[in-house]
């Protein structure tokens, strides 16, 4: 059996073996013993307690969790405190969206023998839970889209007990932040098992594959998630995947803004392409920037902002990424505005970086590398002559998680509605004169998009992340003794319901 | 090009030719022209009109239509004349459901400068239609799972033009029923072309992976369901297949029961198990019965009250029914109380049967063929000399559209709780004291169920199957003027919204 390591990317060097990797059986025992936790989990009270619990003992721990995952990701206590605080923000949402129960979409017919065309029965309908959850870690948030990140925190919120695939990135991290949620269940009166934890690469396939498994969460690579996602779909039960795999982010930038707000635009471009070294499912990869002066100007702006280097996460994630810069920079008519590359500060730094290339080349169909993601500090701008040429860009997209835009002034009502209207056609989330990065934890929110940015229609962010979790049930004239509590006449649990077509 | 025929199943003589099977080039013109009619169904008044226009055409050709896919399906005036008054319910349920706009889920949160632990910006969230739904006809329903039906309708309702396959069990009723939809589009002021209609075999597979194509209805069997499924899932852009498959649709009758309403019950099993010769998918195939004399009245009651011989929909329907009937009842153990088999009043009709066995030898795993659909009129009766033998039974299950329990009058209340619950663990609907037969169109529905009954978490029936064909869209800090208009602040469609957590 390997060893899990945790390693250190500042120095490369392995800082602790952390755990064996989970063999198959390992693996089926942790599915089972979730799975037995089901019937425990039924009471959307005790539920609310467990994700409360867990937030509280996650910030106990948080001196620990925040140095451990440092320690193994690099990514800085600064980055790192904020994303405990969200992900503890986001466990407290979560317990009040299972205490509100607005997420049973509770509706009910009332027997009508009147109806036309047929009769009617009584009809009661509401959703439960579809079993265990496998969840996969993302590298980049080891908190918050990780062993206690969205993924779990919406699960148990909807009942449904947890698998994690602990990401080999930050094994410690998942470690200490299992053994929190298991604590927080046991505290609440629940099997520590309602959240299990495995590692190793093969243990993802035995996780999806698994018979008890009922529904997969995953944040990843395209490569690593499609791959999943066909397992699941090809299981002789195949199961829901919602998987989050890449998304280029598109950013335009039009004539009018570039014209009046160059230089915000170009340090806000900077900042958010290099936030997280760039690790983010969110960062912007392609910029729709028009050509001459005004352009120029953003153009400058990002590379005078862009800030220095610093080490990736993995020594895979950094070839990839010197691989990804390479190939790109070498395609016919792409220059680099600001040189991505290695660089000598840790084993695993590299400096952020800046291609340029005509829309109009982009737009040809020869230049598809271009159009997908390089997980990374480096963006593509592409400058267009036209609004023609703009649009011929945005009709060669594939799917995105986001897609923003920059307005000038004036451009706040009018023909720009077209442009925005068409953007919401790529993505899944609009943004307007902001920056793609940093994803609110809030019931609008939609952290999700046409494929490749998910398999699914779903969010991965936001209240209504519960909703992949769930399936509806109908009961037909069934006593209200035998019915659940939420579907009573009285309703004495008192969820939110719509009756008869009343909300 | 292949001929597609009606066929009278009364006689298997053909009725006429009806049109050429699709070649790829139609399948492609179809949905490209499918695709091109998108934006002019954005506006819900709209729909909700073409939905209406559809109804009062269909009534209007209701004689015609009757009367020709009663000569093609042999299903009767009776049960069709209310198949149509179904289905034209259901295109004004779904105009309803279109105009109201609860559909959209409109959330909206206002940006909040101090929000922890994140400053958060405005956000606002509705749904958007998928793009062309590509729906498969049932060859059980020729009109309200078909052509006009209720993937189509939900499809239009969301605002997503439709392309269906028409089956090969009614090519003419799908003709006719297709320029009905496509006459009230064009009185509706939309292109025809929001509607279209392919034949032929071949047509599924191209139909599914149609880059154009966004998601699938499809309502038939399991082989042919998971084959397109999994082409869905293959494409180099998956996309969602809602798929209603097979169910076996378990019946448990409690001892009580037995003892207190065996003619009823008896004679209510006859109904449902033979209701439109067991072409259904909600047909009751699997009963679990007392062992005893209570349970032998029951059993008596059922061969006593089945009704004769009728045509099946099609030769390869008859041929797979007589074949499924003859190797169960080879099967060690099982007995016909009532032989099922050929007969003669029609070339194509079969005489309804009854199998029975114990539930012993059922939850043994040696019957795994038992607890398959078999499409046409029998049910296999499996005798319990125990609850826990009962309770056998329904764990070697698979999943169900439907469960059902026949209670006593004492049983309202107290352990029957369990047996519901666990029957709601089974299935998507759970009856008690009715038959799963007659599926109500309303809000409260839920046709859909754990695989094979469903390939995905949905309802095909009632209004929330508009789910299916809809992805959110939010929107970061847009300026008003740019937001469609059901996101604007003022709500000037006036459509429900969740506001800053208030609904």
Redesign the interface.
């Known amino acids: 059996m390997s060893d899990v390591l945790s390693v250190d990317p500042r120095t490369g060097e392995p800082r602790e073996r952390v755990a064996a990797e989970s063999a198959p059986q390992d693996v089926d025992r942790a599915v089972r013993a979730a799975a037995a936790t089901l019937p425990a989990l039924a009471d959307r009270a005790v539920r609310a307690d467990l994700l409360r619990t867990a937030a509280a003992l996650l910030e106990e721990g948080g001196e620990e969790i925040i140095a451990t995952a440092d320690a193994e990701t690099a990514l800085g206590r600064v980055r790192l405190t904020?994303e405990l605080?969200?992900t503890?923000?986001q466990l407290r949402a979560f317990a009040e969206v299972a205490e509100a129960g607005?997420f049973l979409?509770v509706?009910?017919?009332h027997a009508d023998p009147d109806a036309?065309?047929?009769p009617?029965?009584d009809?009661?309908?509401y959703k439960?839970p579809?079993g265990v959850v496998a969840v996969f870690s993302a590298s980049n948030f080891p908190l918050a889209f990780s062993v206690p990140g969205g993924d779990t925190a919406s699960a148990l919120a909807a009942g449904c007990p947890v698998v994690v695939k602990a990401h080999p990135d930050h094994p410690a991290t998942s470690v200490l932040t299992a053994r929190a949620l298991r604590a927080a269940a046991e505290k609440a009166g629940l099997p520590a098992d309602v959240v299990g934890l495995v590692h190793g690469f093969s243990a993802g396939p035995e996780l999806v594959r698994h018979p008890l498994t009922a529904a997969v969460g995953f944040t990843g690579s395209v490569r690593g998630g499609r791959a999943l996602?066909?397992l699941a779909?090809?299981r002789p039960?195949?199961i829901?995947f919602h998987g989050e795999l890449g998304s280029l982010n598109p950013v335009v930038v039009t004539e009018q803004a570039a014209a009046t707000r160059a230089a915000a635009i170009g340090a806000g471009l900077a900042a958010s392409y290099t936030q997280g070294l760039g690790q983010f499912c969110v960062k912007p990869g392609l910029v729709l920037l028009p050509a001459g002066a005004a352009g120029d100007a953003v153009l400058d702006a990002v590379v005078t902002a862009t800030v220095p280097a610093g080490p990736l996460l993995d020594p895979r994630m950094r070839a990839a990424f010197l691989d990804g810069v390479r190939s790109r920079a070498a395609l016919p008519g792409v220059a680099q505005a600001l040189a991505a590359g290695e660089d000598e500060a840790a084993p695993l730094a590299v400096r952020p970086g800046v291609l340029t290339v005509a829309a109009g080349q982009l737009a040809a169909g020869t230049h598809a590398e271009l159009l997908e993601e390089c997980f990374g500090p480096v963006t593509v701008v592409a400058r267009y002559g036209s609004e023609a040429e703009r649009d011929a860009v945005l009709g060669t997209l594939?799917?995105n998680l986001t897609a923003t835009v920059h307005?000038g002034a004036g451009e706040?009502?009018?023909a720009?509605?077209g442009l925005?209207?068409r953007l919401?056609?790529l993505?899944?989330?609009?943004?307007?004169?902001?920056w793609p990065t940093?994803v609110?934890v809030?019931?609008?929110?939609?952290h999700?998009g046409?494929?490749?940015a998910s398999?699914?229609?779903s969010?991965s962010v936001g209240s209504?992340a519960i909703e992949r979790w769930?399936?509806?049930?109908?009961?037909?004239?069934?006593?209200d003794?035998?019915?659940?509590p939420e579907l009573r006449e009285d309703n004495p649990l008192g969820v939110?319901r719509?009756v008869d077509?009343v909300?």
Do not use: K, N
């Open positions: 904020g605080a969200r503890c923000y607005a979409d509706i009910i017919d036309r065309p047929a009617r029965p009809l009661r309908r439960v579809l996602h066909d779909a090809a039960r195949p829901p594939p799917g307005l706040r009502e009018g720009a509605a925005v209207a919401a056609g993505a899944g989330r609009v943004v307007v004169d902001g940093g609110t809030a019931p609008a929110m939609q999700g046409p494929y490749p398999t699914s229609t969010t209504t769930l399936r509806p049930v109908c009961f037909q004239d069934t006593p003794a035998l019915l659940p939110p719509r077509g909300a």
